[in-house]
């Protein structure tokens, strides 16, 4: 292993999205929060797994789509590839969209060559009846890849033991997959020093005229060009796989009945919360006040001076009453049925719609997932003094 002062440090990247918090809590044991859309993660997250008797420092990085991507979360990802902080990656992919996460891989490959390949969501790659030829994958990109199915555990082991040996055995070979316009390609032999180096020196200066646009489109081309050949000889997607997806797609992102849609869904979502809370709120509220006098009684009987007594009835018992039978029902709907939808892949599409309108205001769609919740708590009921101020 490299002789560092500390534990050696690994990072995990990946797309959004893509199960990295998921294989992070597995390898280290942490709660890092995981669910069904993009931008969960936004600032890096530490801990430790094990390779034999060695601590390794795990960082899970924010998802994001490119190493030249523009936004906060993903700037965080890029600048802790770039710092050289990491002795090595974990590279997490989506084996349902493999050829979309190879764009990433291919470009954390040039300045992070010491890597593994998480082949991740494998369950849900096997049930759309993808082939991956694993073997050639690994020539190709000259890493170890790992199928794994993170959600379950699978694959898990030998992730670690193909990091470890990554760790072992530094190697720091140049990796020169893309093949990137005649203008950049001279332009780097110019700069020398690796790609990656040599590709961030560009960034800041571009070659030939360019604009910084224009040369982070140039890149993030080449890199798909490339993903695109790897993916024609490594990857084999049955048509019929895609072709439910693409309809239900076709209508639930269609301009027409995209958005009416969407807002038809979380309206009903959220009328099932507001009005389907109001029976078990109003049982729970009657069943739990009516015990307010037994358990005055019951103090009292126990010798206590009235003030306590009011203090713990009227003050804590029910306000906690109040906030039990307000807070609990409405939790117990929303949450399942949010699930749902995240589980059944509708909430990215939900944050993809509304990104163009979130820009305007200097947001993104992700966030809409955020005031979905919010709204929620602003649950509307009514209330007595107490439990007012208790729901505030
Ligand atoms: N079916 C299946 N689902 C998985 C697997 N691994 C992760 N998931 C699910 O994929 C979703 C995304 O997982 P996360 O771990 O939050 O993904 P992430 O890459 O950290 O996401 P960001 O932080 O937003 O970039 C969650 O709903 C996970 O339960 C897997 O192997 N199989
Ligand atoms: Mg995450």
Sequence with gaps: ???????????????????KSTV??????????????????????????????????LVDLPG???????????????????????????????????????????????????????????????KKRIRINTEALQRELGIPVVPCAARRGRGLPQLTQAVCCVLE???????????????????????????????????????????????DDMVTAAAALRAEEIALTCVQVPEAACARDRQLDRILMSRRLGIPLMLLLLALVFYITLFG??????????????????????????????????MLVDGVWRVLATVVSVML?????????FTLLEDAGYLPRVAFQLDHAFQRAHACGKQSLSMCLWKKCMRPQPLDRRGAIAYI
Excluded at 104 to 126: G, H, S, T
Excluded at 329 to 337: Q, Y
Aim: aromatic share 6%; net charge neutral; charged share 15%.
């Design 1 to 19: 292993m490299r002789q560092r002062t500390g534990a050696p440090v690994v990072a995990l990247a990946g797309n959004p999205n893509v199960g």
């Design 24 to 57: 992070f809590n597995a390898l280290t044991g942490s709660r890092q929060h995981t669910g069904n859309w993009s931008g969960k993660t936004v600032a890096n997250a530490y801990g430790v797994m094990r390779c034999g008797d060695t601590g390794l420092t």
């Design 64 to 126: 994001t789509y490119s190493l030249r991507a523009r936004s906060s979360e993903e700037r965080v990802a890029r600048d802790f590839l770039a710092s050289g902080d990491a002795d090595a990656a974990i590279l997490v992919a989506d084996a349902t969209c493999l050829e979309r996460n190879l764009i990433l891989v291919l470009q954390v490959l040039e300045v992070m060559p010491n890597a593994v390949l998480c082949l991740n969501l494998m369950d849900e790659a096997r």
């Design 169 to 215: 055995n530094d190697s720091s070979g140049p990796v020169a997959a893309i093949r990137y316009p005649d203008v950049i390609e001279n332009a780097l032999q110019r700069v020398g020093g690796t790609r990656g180096e040599a590709l961030a020196t560009l960034a800041l200066h571009p070659p030939g005229g360019l604009t910084g646009q224009q040369f």
């Design 277 to 310: 809370a109001n029976v078990p709120s109003e049982w729970l509220g009657t069943h739990l006040l009516g015990l307010t006098a037994p358990i005055a009684a019951g103090l009292s009987a126990l010798g206590l001076p009235p003030f306590v007594v009011s």
């Design 329 to 337: 029902p409405p939790m117990a709907i929303f949450f399942p049925l």
